[in-house]
C-alpha cells in the first residue's frame, strides 16, 4: 500500500517545505518510487526542485492547480487534466513532482460551490498513486482546500515547527483540527511526530519554547533537530538535495529525521 505523508503547519517559515522535499530525496535515494507533491501556492518545493524555466514549460502540461480543477485551469466543460499529463519525472533519483501554482492561493474561491472538493485531488491520482512507494506533500501554511486535499489521500502526517512562540502554539489546534478532519472522512491519520526546525534563527525564549514541547507531547517530538543552515537555502536554490551540499552536519542532521520518519511509517 502506498504511504501518502504530509507535511504541515499552521504557520509559515518553519522548514516544512526543507522537510519535505529532502524527506522526499532520501526515501528516492533508497530505492523508493516517490512523488514529491506541491500543495503550496508559493512554490517553493517546485522550485526546490527544478528552476524557473523548467516550470515555465511545465505549467503548459498542468500543475496540482489543473489537478483540483480551478477555473483558470479547467475548460468550458469542466474537463481537468490527467495526473500523467502533469507529473515531472525524475526531478530527483527516483522522485517524480507534481508541481505548485500560483492560482492555488484562489482555489478555495474558485471551488466555493463545488462538489467533493476536498477529494479532487485523490480522485486524480487514483491511476497512478499505486506506483509509488510513497507520496509527500508539501502543504501550504493554512488548512485551506489545497491542505484539505493532502490530508484526504494521508496516511501520515509530519509538523515541522521552529521555535518560536506563534509556530509552537499552533500544535495542539492544528492535531485537533487533523483529528476532525479524518474523523470526518472516516479515515485514519497517523501521526508521525513533530519536528524542531530552523533551530538558531532569532526566536525569543527558544529554550522554553522547546521545553514545552518536549514536555507536552513526548515522544512525538524526534530527538534530532534541523538547525538553520546556509547550505539548506543553497541546496534548495541550486534544485539539489541537501544530501549532495557536502555540508556534513546538515547531512547527518536531515539523514536522522528522514531515518526516524521512515522506522515510524513501517510500525
Known sequence: MTKVVACINLKGGVGKTALAV??????????????LIDLDP???????????AEW?????????????????????AGD????EEVIIKDVFENVDLIPSHIDLFTVDLDLAGARFRE??????????IGNYDIVICDCPPNLTLPTQNALAISTH????VSLDFLSAIGVSLLLKRIQEFGDDLQQELKALGIVISRVGRPAVHREET??????QFGKSVLGTVIRERVSVSRSAQSHRPIFESGDGDAIAEFTAVCRQLLKRIEE
Not at 22 to 35: D, I, V, W
Not at 119 to 124: D, G, I, P, Q, Y
Not at 210 to 215: D, F, I, K, P
Open 42 to 52: 508559493q512554490t517553493n518545493a517546485t522550485f526546490s526542485t527544478i528552476g524557473v
Open 210 to 215: 522547546e521545553a514545552t514541547l518536549r514536555g
Open 80 to 83: 481537468v487534466k490527467k495526473a
Open 157 to 160: 502526517y509530519v509538523v515541522p
Open 22 to 35: 529532502n524527506f522526499a530525496a532520501y526515501c528516492g535515494m533508497h530505492e523508493m518510487k516517490t512523488l
Open 119 to 128: 477529494t479532487r485531488l485523490e480522485k486524480a491520482l487514483v491511476d497512478v
Open 56 to 76: 515555465d514549460k511545465a505549467k503548459k502540461n498542468g500543475t496540482v492547480a489543473d489537478l483540483l480543477g480551478a477555473k483558470k485551469h479547467a475548460s468550458a
